[in-house]
Every structure is written in C-alpha cells, then in structure tokens.
C-alpha cells in the first residue's frame, strides 16, 4: 500500500548499523545478550543453529535465565530432528554442562 506520496514505507529491517541478522551475529560475537536479543526480535524468526547461539550465549552472560531458554531450544530441536531417546539425553545433559566448551561441541553433534 502506498503512502500520500505514492512511496510505499519500508518493511525490513534494515537499520544503520545493518539488516537484523546481521546485528544477531555481531552481537552473539561480541556477547551482547541485549543486542541478540532485540536483533532475534527484529529477525522475527531464528533458525534452530541461532537459537542454539543465544542459549550458550545466555549461560555465559546471564545463567539464571538459561532454564527457560534450553527448554525451548530441547523441544524446537525434538520436534526439528529425528533424534533417539539417548540423544535427546545427551541434549539434556550437555544443556546442564553449558557453557562448557565440550557441552557445546556434543550439543552441536546433534543438529
């Protein structure tokens, strides 16, 4: 729909500082949990790998929150992939460990 000047707004989310994806990654880099956050908003859809970047993100800047954050990454991956019952146990084990290094390393494995 256009404007009164025939010019339709601007839907994306294109910002100074560049697109929404763009901001996720630079802000899971630099370890900006706010700026992850507002981008992921922004992006209105994260894939299962981004979403996996802000839970270990989030264990390592703000662990009190991670309870909430890896239930929701456990059930979007369970219901994503094909996994076992034994690989889901891994999951939930490495998700207790995080944000261990070798945590990541298996929970990655798995997606």
């Known amino acids: 729909m256009a404007g009164r000047l025939g010019v339709r707004p601007r839907t994306d989310t294109m910002t100074a500082q560049g697109n929404a994806r763009t901001r996720f990654r630079r802000a899971i880099e630099r370890r900006n949990l706010l700026g992850a956050e507002t981008a992921a908003r922004e992006m209105g859809a994260v894939n299962l790998h981004e979403a996996f ?35 889901l146990d891994v999951a939930v084990t490495a ?17």
């Open 53 to 87: 970047d802000l839970v270990v993100l989030v264990a390592e800047v703000a662990p009190v929150r991670l309870d909430g954050f890896a239930r929701r990454w456990l059930a979007r991956l369970a219901d994503e992939r094909a996994l076992r019952l034994n690989e």
């Open 95 to 111: 998700l207790r460990a995080l944000p261990s290094s070798r945590a990541v390393g298996a929970l990655r494995a798995l997606f």
